[in-house]
């Protein structure tokens, strides 16, 4: 089966009890903690409740850069290249 890496990127400082305790279920207790997970459809749950909270990546995944355009603040797509300035 899959793994998933789950990374801690934000505090469970004033977040709901059920939040804190589904960081606890995960096995993080700090922010900046790694640790990994079987992929199921109860951890998938888990992490969809505690979405804002962490940061999840496939293990073995590559960082290369994703082909999915981004979005600008003003809505405009590109690549990720800045314009040149005039």
């Given at each position: 089966m899959t793994r998933l890496v789950i990374r801690q990127h934000r505090s469970s400082i004033g977040e709901k009890i059920a939040a804190r305790r589904t960081l606890e279920a995960l096995g993080l207790r700090?922010?900046?903690?790694?640790?990994?997970?079987?992929?199921s459809q109860a951890v998938r749950g888990m992490l969809r409740k505690v979405a804002h909270l962490v940061e999840v990546s496939q293990?073995?995944?590559?960082?290369?850069?994703?082909?999915?355009?981004e979005v600008s603040v003003s809505g405009e797509v590109g690549?990720?290249?800045r314009p040149k300035a005039k």
């Open positions: 700090r922010t900046g903690q790694s640790v990994e997970q079987t992929d293990q073995g995944a590559s960082p290369e850069k994703s082909s999915k355009p690549h990720g290249v």
